[in-house]
């Protein structure tokens, strides 16, 4: 799929998904079919409107579901450095599920944007090829400037 249909289809999806209540989406995803797990959390595929979704389904703690916490990027656990996210060769805690999806937005958004170029990782990645919305910072590279 090429860049601007791929940022249609991402379009078309985003506004799909976000005029459903909580309660069908939480549906939506227990009827995707697994895609497998590991130390972040569970994944299901979807199909929207004729299009393949990855979602990656991490858990909220309490603390993080905290009035004050919700949406926070902060270290809320208080965890040491270097249990930042992706250290270490079996992974790590990382500093919650907020954190993770802010960095999923931000990359959604550089491409969104247009000055990087971000490509699904291949099969053998947790992802398959060709799910729509699939970002993460690993895949990004900035486009070259004209």
Known sequence: MDSPARLRTHADLASTLALLSDSDLAELVASGTAAGSGIGGRAVLLEVDGVRVFVKRVPLTDTELRPHHVRSTANVFDLPVPCHYGIGA????????WR????????????????FLCNSPTSAGPWPTGAAGVTDSKHCVRRPRT
């Open 100 to 115: 993770e999806l802010a960095v999923h937005e931000m990359t959604t958004n550089w491409v969104r944007s247009g000055p």
């Open 90 to 97: 079996i992974g790590s805690p990382g500093f919650g599920a």
